[in-house]
């Protein structure tokens, strides 16, 4: 391409320049592709962009010449004192014939090197000068004319621009590393505390069985306030080691560590005993709850245990969040041919439509800490707020989804909740009981 683009076609070209400078994310390739076009732009025989380092020093990251070929250890073969003065000044230089220029024709380099025709842009953007571009011929004089330098100037300013823009993408990648890196030994270290905190724990528990022993052995078990010592300490420990538990189980989901140990299963053996485990409490708060009956059913590809916290989790907030005398159903049927959805149906408060898909999120319980109480059963009784995100990354792990559903919050109308949780099942002939 010639360097004498003009009106449109000039127009045409730096705008295509500059779109390609603005989607460029990495320093080296835009330098490289910024220099090129320069030297096609210009009609230069070399090229060369400098930055200022933080110190204040001139740092030149790219010199090519006009076949895109680097030239290397080059930077003493140009004219620093244009360049410096450029940098400082922020204003651009166009010499025709270097070595009779009354400013910079004594120049030592101009002088040794024999540069004839150089032109020299400043790198400006947010008022700040970030370098320069500096173009050159070396045998012909004349090459460059004042107006070279105002398509120059503006493909300079566009990648002022574009510079600055990747070096913030290179920054925030950066910080972005170091968070995630903090992240991620934050998330060890709580794993790491907790367990920590159940060794003195179990010693705690281990100690109160003993002395339970011991009271029984001395005949005092029908003593009130020791038999109601024991209970709050067995409730104490039980409690803690449930939180122990969350917290740690929350974690190793958060950083990517639950391990799953899938197996063919069939849900009502997750189910039912997680059902049973709360039989007393409904019987307490006048709370019946039905299992529908899930025999026909095909079994799902999962783990366990870790299912069943997710139905300990779900099914504890049906219990939790519907008044003494409600009723819970559970349910499941298939979705398509190849997922079962179980929903846990209660007659409870609900839950507000804002609420329903933020529940799910870590830590959003720490909005309403105001509200928090740490009973497991009591109507209302508020956890931790992990039990749903630990349920849904236990969910997702599987290739499932869980959702909420409630028409609103009311504690007068008790609108009820229905959770649902989706899972893919195994197709197979056999699996039919
Ligand atoms: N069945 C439900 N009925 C009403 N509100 C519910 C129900 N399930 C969950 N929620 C709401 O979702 C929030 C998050 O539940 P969860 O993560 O299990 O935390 P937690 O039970 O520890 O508060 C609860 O605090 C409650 O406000
Ligand atoms: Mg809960």
Redesign the pocket.
Known sequence: MSNRLEGIELLDYVLRVSRHMAESHALAPLLAYTIDKVLTLVGAERGYIVLKSSDGSIDFKIKRDSEGNDLPGATDEISYSILEQVVQTGESVVLSDAMHDPQFGMARSVMALRLRSIMCVPLITRNRTIGAIYVENRSVRGRFRESDLAPLQLFANQAAIAIENTELIENLKVANDHLTELDELKNNFIILVSHELKTPLTAVSTNAQLMNMIIERAGLQNDPMLSRTAANLDRATERMRHVIDEIVQFFRIASGQMELAFNEIRLREVIEPVVDSLTAVCEERHLTITVADFRGLPPVWADARKLKIVFQ??I???V???PDGGTIQVEAHHVQTNQIAVS?K?T????PLE?QKR??DMF??LGSLSNHSTSKSAFRG??????????RGIVEAHGGTIC?E?RG?DEALLP??V?TVALPCLVQESAMV
Do not use: M, R
């Not at 508020?382 to 349920?391: K, R």
């Open positions: 989790n779900i504890g907030n049906a939790k969040y519907t846990v209660d409870g408060i609900g839950v609420e529940v799910f959003h319980v508020g956890g931790f707020g992990l039990g749903l995100p630990i349920a909420l409630s919050y009820g909740t959770c």
